[in-house]
């Protein structure tokens, strides 16, 4: 018998938002996009979606970066079974 392990990708949870998994500062999720990788990591551990989306798009003041990649299609990011997803809190403003 062939033991298949199932890979995911690994999902770093933000500070901010450890609370909702339990503490943990990764998780595997299951998901071929970003879309599918936050709607995954919902069923699991509940309110994940309701903080990171806004209608059909990721709030405004986060950003996802997938292989250290900052994406700029958001949701639609494919996501591999070995990648790595970060939610970030984005960065504008300020002085030089």
């Known amino acids: 018998m062939v033991n298949k392990t199932i890979q ?3 999902v ?6 450890q609370e909702m998994s339990d503490g943990n500062i990764t998780v595997d999720v299951k998901g071929t ?15 994940f ?3 990171l989306i806004e209608g059909y ?12 990649i900052i994406t700029p299609i ?12 970060h939610f970030l809190p ?4 300020g002085y030089i």
Do not use: C, Q, W
């Open 33 to 47: 996009t970003v879309r599918e990788v936050i709607n995954n990591l919902d069923s699991t551990y509940p309110g």
């Open 74 to 85: 958001g949701l639609l990011e494919k996501v591999s079974p070995t990648s790595e997803v």
């Open 12 to 17: 770093f949870i933000p500070t901010l938002m």
């Open 90 to 93: 984005a960065v504008s403003g």
């Open 57 to 68: 798009k990721v709030k405004s003041h986060i950003s996802v970066a997938v292989d250290g």
């Open 8 to 10: 995911m990708a690994t």
């Open 49 to 51: 979606k309701e903080r």
